[in-house]
């Protein structure tokens, strides 16, 4: 997206112009909008500057860690090299979701009260937008410190105690001033951000390439066969598959996009600047652990790596966390809004800031938190993976019709009340596909009785979001069967808002 106003253009009148940047959502001030509706004559933007917003966000180190994880696990080169692939297909789901934005006005945290209702979508805000939220923060700022520390000491020898607290609130100030300033600021920056480190990469993948064992097997007497191939098989999807899952918010990014644009469009640009880096790093991951130890990656690729280089690489990883943190923290922001805090968008993001950077000290400073709540977040697929599935099943059942007016209604009498104020096929869907998922998980902290009797196969991201999915659309069919002779006398926009 080019930001900025265009000159009126005189002698074509009859063509479309791109509108400026209004004075509510502009690059280098704070956005004063927050989780309201966005009105047409304040729409601006094209859906491919979407690209660079998710692509800046997912050149992060945490794929590469992925990648060499399933060398670890056992697979081979081409296995591993599919399971990257297959996992991250989920980028079409996050991109499919994406299309509310432009139609609704309004961020995903506000479009799942359809979902929810009133009162069940705050709860869901609280506990999926901005708790698991708030911890991934934390991780991917203990994962950025971590680099920065280790950038330190490759220069000066020693990281002080004092250097590293100062390093983790630089990294924190960066990432939380730009969330703060906002959606327009964010997609400026990104364009930057994206070609810097997509150049960073191109890098990274000339001297991983240039080492990789092509023919890489395990020995015979340790290759997997059979059922217990599938199993690792689908314990790497899922671990693949967690990253595009976490991301259930793509309509906070295009709510500014006009609402007649291409919904093929924001679509594609958005699942393509998630997919393409995920999979180039996990590629890389994959190609690394086939010449060196991957328990270790920050350390292991050194070795890969010219000495001129690794700084940078170390620098990447630093910013690649900030990038990522940026979205996470700007959503965050919005979810304790879309939970009923009645605070402005920019004292969320920096209440969000002031947690998530207490839990990184905590995590580095005193205690090994840092790999329990790592363990914690393995099993938080089992929950946004149904979550996704039925976001992306409510678009399909309403066609993608979203009124943004009805959806900021919340009164009681409104289209999304429901039942006192919650869903009831929504939540039943979600509870269910969660607990279901559960039961066929297979992480550091718990190992699901139904994932244990397939010999560990790990089938909670593909089993939860197909029950939960399926649950919602036949309790909501069900739903508007039962509540159709009495929404009757309704004007007709409600009726679609309610039931359609």
């Known amino acids: 997206m080019t930001n900025g106003s265009m000159m009126t253009n005189a002698i074509a009148p009859q ?73 991250n297909v989920f980028w079409l789901l996050v991109g499919f979701l994406s299309i509310t934005g432009p139609v609704s006005g309004s961020p995903s945290e506000v479009v799942t009260r359809t979902m929810y209702g009133i009162r069940g979508n705050r709860i869901f805000n ?46 924190a100030l960066i990432t939380f001033t730009i969330s703060v300033f906002g959606h327009a600021t964010i997609v400026k920056l990104s364009g930057w951000f994206t070609w810097v480190l997509l150049a960073c990469l191109a890098v990274l993948a000339f001297f991983v390439v240039q080492h990789a064992n092509f023919s890489y097997q395990l020995p015979p007497d340790q290759q997997l066969h059979g059922g217990a191939l599938w199993a690792v098989a689908a314990i790497g999807f899922t671990i693949i598959a967690s990253s595009p899952l976490s991301w259930g918010t793509g ?87 879309a939970a009923g805090i009645p605070w402005k968008r920019s004292v969320t993001v920096i209440f969000d800031a002031v947690i998530a950077v207490a839990i990184t000290s905590y995590a580095l400073f005193i205690s090994n938190f840092f790999d329990t709540l790592n363990s914690i977040l393995e099993l938080t697929v089992a929950l946004l993976g149904p979550a996704l599935a039925i976001y992306a099943a409510d678009i399909v059942l309403r066609r993608n019709s979203y009124d943004g007016h009805q959806l900021h209604d919340e009164r009681p009498n409104s289209p999304f009340w429901y039942f006192h104020g919650v869903n009831l096929p929504g939540v039943t869907a979600l509870v269910v596909g969660t607990g279901v998922a559960v039961l066929f998980a297979d992480t550091t902290l718990f190992i699901g009785p139904i994932s244990q009797a397939l010999g560990g196969a790990d089938l909670s991201a593909i089993v939860g979001p197909l029950l939960a999915a399926v649950i919602y659309v036949v309790m909501t069919i069900l739903q508007r069967r039962a509540t159709r002779p009495a929404s009757a006398d309704r004007t007709e926009p409600v009726m679609e808002g309610a039931a359609r």
């Open 15 to 87: 063509h479309a112009e791109r509108p400026p940047e209004p004075a509510s959502d502009r690059a280098g001030k704070i956005e004063t909008h927050g989780t309201d509706y966005i009105p047409d004559a304040e729409r601006h933007g094209r859906a491919r500057s979407l690209f660079s917003v998710w692509a800046a966000s997912n050149v992060t180190y945490l794929y590469l860690v992925l990648g060499g994880t399933l060398i670890l696990l056992g697979l081979n080169l081409f296995e591993a090299l599919a399971v990257v692939v297959a996992g």
């Open 126 to 171: 609280l506990v999926l937008g901005w708790v698991i939220g708030v911890a991934y923060e934390a991780i991917n700022l203990s994962i950025g410190a971590l680099a920065g520390f280790a950038l330190v000491e490759l220069f000066f020898g020693d990281a002080s105690f004092p250097i590293q607290v100062l390093i983790v609130l630089v990294t």
């Open 251 to 337: 309509a906070d990014y295009s709510r500014y996009l006009p609402a007649n644009i291409s919904r093929k469009a924001v679509m594609g640009w958005t699942a393509l600047g998630g997919f393409i880096p995920a999979v180039v790093l996990g590629t890389l991951g994959v190609l690394a652990g086939t010449v060196v130890d991957m328990t270790d990656p920050q350390s292991s690729l050194s070795t890969l790596l010219p000495a001129w280089f690794y700084p940078v690489f170390l620098l990447v990883i630093v910013v690649g966390s900030i990038t990522n943190n940026v979205l996470t923290a700007y959503s965050t922001g919005l979810a304790l809004l």
